[in-house]
């Protein structure tokens, strides 16, 4: 069974940068064939899709987020990471991680977030 | 980017009514079309992948239909658990969510 667990600083100051880990248990990110993507939820924006890595470490990212974003494995650890930088208030958040479940049809791949982490609040705030 | 709009952003329903939540693309994204339900406190989880296939797990009351820009979730009969937030979510081009819906009890 897979299973993400997000951790990091709860509190982070204006304009500095936001880390975050996300540990998956029960399968090898390296050599799994799946998109590991970070999600977060706002009161004020709802969920937001930040980006996703695969196990090769290509990455998408959310151009919303306008070049703040890096995330990157650290298969030794099975873990994933997020990095946003310049954080303001607005990037107050619950965190999760997800794995893309997926299968390919005719029409194409047809992606889904499933397992999701449990979450972790992040508040900016001096 | 894709932009996802739900309908109604809340609805009061009583146990055994049948609802019906409404997902609208900003342009056609074929069948790329997902459900979840996410409990006060609790991560998303998902319902239906790929506009009508339920995950396993997930009680036949819950059917998913549409294509192109216009879907929809159907509750068949509401039980006391159903009582939760959903969200739609489009994976035609990378990733957005709708807004949400709100279901509450009457």
């Known amino acids: 069974q897979v299973q993400l667990q997000e951790s990091g600083p709860g509190l982070v100051k204006p304009s500095q940068t936001l880390s975050l880990t996300c540990t998956v248990s029960g399968v090898s990110i390296s050599s799994s064939t799946h998109y590991w993507s970070w999600i977060r939820q706002s009161a004020g924006t709802g969920l937001e899709w930040i980006g996703r890595?695969?196990?090769?470490?290509?990455?998408d990212y959310n151009s919303s987020l306008k070049g703040r974003v890096t995330m990157s494995t650290d298969t030794s650890k099975n873990q994933i990471s997020l990095k946003l930088r310049s954080v303001t208030a607005a990037d107050s958040a619950i965190y999760y991680c997800?794995?893309?479940?997926?299968?390919?049809?005719?029409?194409?791949?047809?992606?889904?977030?499933?397992?999701w982490g449990l979450g972790t609040q992040v508040t900016v705030s001096a | 980017d894709v932009r996802m709009t739900q309908s109604p952003s809340s609805l009061s329903a009583s146990v055994g009514d049948r609802v019906t939540i409404t997902c609208r693309a900003s342009q056609n994204i074929g069948t790329y079309l997902n459900w979840y339900q996410q409990k006060q406190g609790q991560a998303p989880k998902v319902l239906i992948y790929a506009t009508s296939t339920l995950q396993s797990g997930v009680p036949s009351r819950f059917s998913g239909s549409g294509s192109g820009t216009d879907f929809t979730l159907t509750i068949s009969s509401l039980q006391p658990e159903d009582f939760a937030t959903y969200y739609c979510q489009q994976s035609y081009d990378t990733a957005v969510f709708g807004q949400g819906t709100r279901l509450e009890l009457k």
């Open positions: 997800a794995r893309h479940s997926g299968y390919y049809s005719n029409n194409g791949y047809y992606t889904w977030f499933d397992p």
């Open positions: 890595i695969y196990s090769s470490g290509s990455t």
